[in-house]
Nanobody, 114 residues
């Protein structure tokens, strides 16, 4: 059973930065394609960024140039560095496999507000 635990969210002012972490269990972490997703109240959950087992990345247009996804296979951990944050980035952020997600964790709340 895959377990994914997100952390690192918080309240930040517009223009600020946060770094999210995703700790995963499972000996086959390094072969997974992983993604960060986010969900705002009343909206569907959307993919934000994807990273392959080889380190290839892909981003939603709304975050391109501001967010950076990375992974450390030795630590079974994935990251999302978020810079130049905007109020519209406010959401609960989740990590999961891609394209077929496993069970969802609790997520981590990111609030961008002055």
């Amino acid at each position: 059973q895959v377990q994914l635990v997100e952390s690192g969210g918080g309240l930040v002012q517009p223009g600020g930065s946060l770094r999210l972490s995703c700790a995963a269990s499972g000996s086959i972490f390094r072969v997974w394609v992983l993604a960060w997703y986010r969900q705002s109240p009343g909206k569907q959950r959307d993919r934000v960024a994807t990273i392959t087992n080889g380190g290839g990345t892909n981003y939603a247009d709304s975050v391109k140039g501001r967010f950076t996804i990375s992974r450390d296979n030795a630590k079974n951990t994935m990251y999302l560095q978020m810079n130049s944050l905007k109020p519209e980035d406010t959401a609960v952020y989740y990590c999961n496999t891609w394209p077929i997600p496993n069970s969802w964790g609790q997520g981590t709340q990111v609030t961008v507000s002055s």
